[in-house]
């Protein structure tokens, strides 16, 4: 057997026999690694590879190569909106550093950098998962062509970061909205959504025909989606995407009020489906409108600055208030996650345990706010000493 050598710049080296030519003559690869055990350990990886027939140096492929092919072949009965956001992960995160590299050569390691750089960026958990999910799903194509042995991504590891809390709206921000929906084109749309729960891509995608006004139910059964800049309509993701939303009284009038026979609820400009940017726009139009029902005032020239008397609001918040809505209500969580149509139950177990904490910390902050001023007012020093007994 050969002699590992240690080169000199550093790495070890070691000729692996891989048979004879007709002459007779030896075939000798050279395998190097960074230390004695890493040298050790591609020779056991490639004498493994051999013995099953996969021939490692013949393998050139390249992962642009792969991860083409498991986009072309792999997917067929993916939705467009999916599949053009796993081209987008690929494109914009996996690329620039795997493009080029032969799949046999990749390693944890490689992808490891990736993620990691995407924590320090500051992306969320769930989204570094999309990614290392995506990068092991290509490079298990490899595995089942036997084009290597085992798949180096999955034991990528993905960084726990707490995700950043979001806030339901307060109950004067719910007023504002609810006596002041009439006044603006999105307003029965924010009324929906606080309302009702539905999503954004929902509640654009909501026709006259899905809700029942004699059982007073809003039924979801497709989602707007944006493909390359166009908004196409979709079934929901997920089973639970599909679900029946009970409508309160609160919506029930505004339902009437806007009942139109048929069509979509909320439409752009023109009357046709509200596009990604139609609908930015007029949440930008909103808020400003809201602002003004608060008590503030646009700007306008030099003279007259614009005054910001409530906080941002996203479209994201109104869901989530129907959630609080939901826990306030002493609404089961097996029946709030039908009604915010998640798959998974951990999901909704996740905002009620939120939620609870949230409401806790009050009562606490409530507690020692109470106790606080008993202390400034003097009641404390009114209470009558206790006086010891002895026996």
Same mark, same amino acid.
């Given at each position: *057997? ?20 007709? =002459? ?7 395998? $190097? ?44 009965? @993916?939705?467009?909106?999916?599949? $053009? ?9 996996? *690329?620039? &550093? ?19 750089? *995407?924590?320090?960026?500051?992306? /969320?958990?769930?989204? *570094? ?5 995506? @990068? =092991? ?16 991504? &999955? ?11 979001? %806030? ?19 307003? @029965? ?13 929902? @509640? #654009? ?12 139910? #809003?039924?979801? %059964?497709?989602? /707007? ?11 929901? #993701? ?40 139609? !609908? ?5 139009? !909103?808020? &400003? ?35 609080? #809505?939901? !826990? ?6 097996? &029946? ?26 009050? /009562? ?28």
């Amino acid at each position: *057997m050969a002699k590992m050598k240690k080169e000199k710049n550093g790495l070890y080296r070691k000729n692996l026999v891989l048979g004879k030519r007709p =002459d007779g003559t030896y075939i000798r690869k050279p395998v $190097y690694g960074k230390t004695q055990r890493e040298l050790e350990q591609k020779i056991k990886e490639i004498t493994q590879q051999l013995n099953h027939g996969i021939h490692v140096w013949e393998n050139s492929m390249t992962f642009r190569e792969l991860a083409n092919i498991w986009y072309e072949n792999y997917n067929t009965e @993916a939705g467009e909106t999916w599949k $053009y956001g796993q081209a987008l992960i690929i494109k914009k995160l996996l *690329m620039p &550093s795997l493009a080029e590299m032969r799949i046999c050569d990749l390693r944890q390691l490689h992808l490891q950098t990736i993620i990691t750089t *995407m924590s320090k960026k500051g992306y /969320a958990t769930s989204y *570094m998962k999309k990614v290392k999910q995506l @990068a =092991d799903r290509i490079m298990e194509v490899a595995v089942g062509s036997d084009l290597i042995m085992r798949n180096p991504f &999955s034991q990528v590891k993905v960084p726990r970061k707490d995700p950043t809390p979001r %806030r339901a709206l307060t109950e004067e921000e719910i007023a504002l909205i609810t006596q002041n929906w009439r006044g603006h084109q999105l307003g @029965a749309m924010a009324m929906i959504m606080i309302y009702a729960g539905l999503r954004k891509g929902e @509640a #654009i995608a909501l026709q006259w025909e899905n809700i029942d006004f004699e059982h007073r139910f #809003i039924k979801v %059964r497709q989602s /707007a989606g944006n493909v390359k800049k166009v908004t196409t309509i979709k079934e929901p #993701i997920t089973m639970a995407g599909v679900r029946d939303v009970p409508i309160p009284n609160v919506l029930l009038t505004v339902l009437m009020e806007i009942r139109k026979s048929s069509g979509f609820v909320f439409t752009n400009n023109e009357g046709g489906i509200m596009s990604d940017t139609s !609908f930015k726009r007029q949440w930008h139009s !909103f808020q &400003s409108y809201l602002n003004i029902c608060a008590g503030g005032q646009n700007g306008a020239g030099r003279y007259i600055h614009r005054v910001v008397v409530i906080d941002n609001i996203t479209a994201h918040m109104l869901r989530h208030t129907y959630a609080t #809505i939901l !826990f306030d209500a002493n609404v089961d969580v097996k &029946s709030a996650q039908k009604f915010l149509g998640h798959a998974d139950i951990e999901v909704t177990l996740a905002v009620y345990t939120h939620l609870t904490k949230y409401k806790e910390d009050k /009562a606490i902050e409530a507690l020692n706010g109470h106790l606080d001023e008993m202390i400034e007012n003097g009641q404390c020093s009114k209470v009558t000493p206790i006086r010891k007994i002895e026996v």
